[in-house]
């Protein structure tokens, strides 16, 4: 099946620092979705991406689907406590008429953000 | 609006047991699905369905059976329990089968086969 390499698996930052993570693949996708888990919660989409190239924000998250279409980036400003959690990324392959079942899901990065 | 309920929170099984994760929702979605979590890994696709009645297997189904009698339930059932089992599992529902509708997760239900 697809694969997605999510990176970094852990990262570690002082509050009020930018944070970057990104997934690879190395199919193409038509579709790229970022969402985030709180601890004992389940995920919750943050940003979706349907076109090549497109950059969309939300507050300070930002995400960009790549213009190969075999990756997307996930930026976090002037991050704060509230931002700890795991961040997975999703990804729908071309030609997958956009159904949910054919979600493929990176192994998600931990962020921890420090006082 | 509840959203997506799972029960249990945590179970613990030993090998052989079977039991039933339960996952309702109140949004009068009709697509549903059972996702498991591993450490260091991606959701898998375990079981979906696109309506009451139907049901249809993921990337992971074997050691699993769903049902999907009415339009809110959508319970896994577990019928011999195997260490394999051990994980995060997490219902989801959405709207419909297209791009413009994203999932909605519960909580999850930790299991842990021993």
């Known amino acids: 099946g697809q694969q997605l390499n999510q990176s970094p698996q852990s990262m570690f930052i002082q509050e009020g620092e930018d944070v970057s993570m990104n997934c690879t693949s190395s199919s193409i996708f038509n579709t790229w979705l970022w969402y985030k888990q709180d601890p004992g919660e389940g995920p919750v989409l943050l940003i979706a991406l349907y076109k090549a190239g497109e950059l969309t924000s939300n507050g300070r998250l930002t995400a960009q689907f790549g213009i190969t279409r075999k990756d997307s980036f996930l930026n976090i400003s002037a991050s704060i406590p509230s931002d700890v959690g795991i961040y997975f990324c999703a990804g729908q392959a071309l030609y997958s008429m956009g159904s949910a079942r054919q979600l493929t899901f990176g192994s998600g990065t931990q962020l921890t953000v420090l006082p | 609006n509840a959203g997506v309920t799972q029960t249990p929170k945590f179970r613990i099984l030993k090998i052989g047991q079977s039991m039933t994760l339960q996952c309702t929702q109140d949004?009068?979605?009709?697509?549903m699905y059972w996702y498991r979590q591993d450490p260091g890994m991606g959701l898998k696709l375990i079981y979906y369905s696109v309506g009451a009645g139907i049901t249809d297997k993921g990337e992971v189904p074997n050691g699993y059976n769903v049902s999907r009698s009415t339009t809110e339930d959508f319970p896994l059932r577990l019928e011999l329990a195997a260490p394999s089992q051990t994980s995060v599992y997490f219902c989801?529902?959405?709207?419909?089968?297209?791009?413009?509708?994203?999932?909605?997760f519960g909580n999850g239900t930790r299991l842990t086969v021993t």
């Open positions: 989801a529902s959405s709207y419909s089968d297209g791009r413009n509708s994203p999932l909605h």
């Open positions: 949004m009068n979605h009709n697509y």
